[in-house]
């Protein structure tokens, strides 16, 4: 992992190897569920996560739908690194995102 991403980070990152939906934010309009696709997490922190993509992001906000067996909860993030993969995963990015906010699903943006 590049080092200045490391020195950035203000609370420590745990292992999250979980599968979980996000959705791109454009224009401050709240995703509809459709838009929502899976993602592989890599880690989670309190302050943001990362995850796994095919292809390089378009967006700079998205939209996290967390859950567990028991709740679902949705926060707003920021991309704030783009990392291509290298070796087997060429091809493939890593995505670092900062939470912004917490929303509940009646929540409006902007």
Same mark, same amino acid.
């Given at each position: 992992? &590049?080092?200045?991403? =490391?020195q950035? $980070?203000?609370?420590? *990152?745990?292992? %999250?190897?979980?599968i979980?939906?996000?959705? +791109?934010?454009?224009d401050?309009?709240k995703?509809?569920p459709? &838009?929502?696709?899976? =993602?592989?997490? $890599?880690?989670?922190? *309190?302050?943001? %996560? ?6 390089? +992001? ?9 859950? &567990?067996?028991?709740k679902?909860?949705y926060l707003?993030?920021q ?8 070796n ?8 670092g995102c900062r ?12």
């Open positions: 992992m &590049d080092e200045s991403i =490391v950035r $980070r203000r609370t420590p *990152r745990f292992a %999250f190897e979980a979980q939906r996000i959705a +791109p934010v454009t401050k309009k995703p509809d459709g &838009d929502f696709f899976p =993602v592989r997490c $890599r880690d989670i922190s *309190r302050g943001g %996560f990362s995850f796994y993509l095919d292809e390089r +992001p378009d967006f700079t906000e998205l939209m996290a739908l967390v859950s &567990d067996n028991h679902c909860i707003m993030a991309v704030v690194y783009v990392r291509e993969l290298e087997h995963d060429k091809g493939r990015f890593l995505v939470f912004l906010s917490r929303m509940n699903s009646s929540s409006r943006l902007g």
